[in-house]
């Protein structure tokens, strides 16, 4: 390993040999060097060895972080998709956090208002005005109306899956445990299991 | 963290973060727990990070949550997580198959990914994150706020250690 070949030290070449795979040598320097593993068979072996390792390296793949864990990271931070009517877990409607739907009417509402008492100074007030402040009352309304509904719903949802659907499925689970042992088999039945001596002939 | 931005950096790094844990752990469900775990600690911090760097702040975490993951799994299985320093790893047995799985089954990977598991840290880590998952020098540097010579020097000694547990598959190589 310590032969000098070219004027160069197989040790010296060594230690350049990942710095040229890399490109990172100046062009005479990677001249030298590449011109020694030419005429030299330990570090033309090292080289091609190299280079596969980096292939194979490289060749690895990114991997796919399973659905199931972006679906858990998304539930726990407060992304959960709503049920609908058949109690599909449905993302189809948007899902608007209620704080920024109330922000959002009360910012409305306070404009029209001051929107409203703006108009109220002026002394005269035609009836296209009249008729826009109107409309624009009945949407901040309806608005404020179904930020109401929707909060009520998300809050009869959540209070059906924490005293309905958990309640059901921790009954279902420890029905389970009595049935199933640790294995997954079925435990006999305490009640028609014949005892010792019992159904054996 | 506001969701849009907690939803722009999950979708941009995930997979990098799930990789990494997988490739650094080479057990699956291990590294989905990490992953989860990480991208939470995300949403309870984020508030904290910088939103530039929050790739790096991700591998970092990720890196360090695997590391105190393969400690406490270290007494039962006797991995190689000692300081580079001490020098006085042991090899660990394949316990768990992980990503070796996906790759391909050539004889030379199959050495490549038990080589890869048996390097120490950091050098494994900078090993994963410039070969497999190709970060720049620069990239690598800040997330394992590593000065840059660290990282050359690292990665210098993981891939000559890489060519040397692989010297004896080294006529199997020049026959391809």
């Known amino acids: 390993m310590s032969r000098r070949v070219d004027g160069l030290s197989c040790e010296n070449v060594l230690v350049r040999l990942e710095p040229l795979i890399d490109g990172e040598l100046s062009v005479d320097e990677a001249a030298a060097i590449s011109a020694h593993i030419e005429i030299c068979s330990t570090c033309s072996e090292e080289s091609i060895l190299a280079k596969r390792i980096r292939a194979e390296l490289r060749g690895l793949p990114e991997l796919d972080t399973p659905d199931r864990v972006l679906s858990a990271v998304r539930w726990e931070t407060g992304d959960r998709p709503s049920l609908d009517r058949a109690g599909r877990v449905s993302r189809l409607i948007p899902q608007i956090p209620i704080r920024t739907l109330a922000a959002v009417a009360a910012v409305l509402l306070i404009a029209l208002i001051g929107h409203l008492r703006q108009d109220r100074a002026v002394p005269e007030i035609s009836d296209k005005e009249v008729l826009r402040a109107t409309i624009e009352t009945k949407l901040a309304l309806s608005y404020l109306g179904e930020v109401t509904r929707r909060a009520e719903r998300q809050v009869r949802q959540q209070v059906f899956i924490e005293k309905v659907v958990s309640t059901a499925a921790h009954g279902i689970s420890r029905s389970l445990e009595w049935t199933l042992d640790a294995g997954g088999r079925e435990l006999p039945d305490p009640v028609s299991t014949p005892k010792n001596g019992e159904g054996s002939s | ?176």
């Open chain 2, 1 to 176: 963290m506001r969701r849009l931005a907690f939803d722009t950096a999950v979708s941009l790094h995930e997979r990098r973060v799930f990789t990494l844990a997988a490739y650094l752990l080479d057990d699956r469900q291990e590294a989905e727990d990490v992953t989860q775990e990480v991208l939470l600690r995300l949403w309870r911090r984020g508030h904290e990070v910088d939103p530039a760097r929050v790739g790096a702040w991700l591998l970092r975490v990720t890196r360090n949550a695997c590391i105190d993951l393969l400690r406490r799994r270290r007494a039962g299985a006797g991995l190689v997580l000692v300081d580079e320093k001490t020098e006085q790893g042991r090899r660990a047995p394949q316990t768990t198959p992980g990503p070796e799985a996906l790759a391909r089954a050539s004889e030379l990977g199959d050495r490549i990914r038990c080589a890869l598991a048996a390097l120490s840290e950091p050098i494994r880590s900078v090993v994963i994150l410039r070969e497999v998952q190709g970060l720049s020098y620069q990239e690598i540097s800040d997330a394992l706020e590593m000065p840059l010579s660290s990282v050359r020097v690292n990665l210098h000694r993981g891939r000559r250690r890489l060519r040397e547990e692989l010297k004896e598959v080294r006529d199997h190589v020049a026959a391809c």
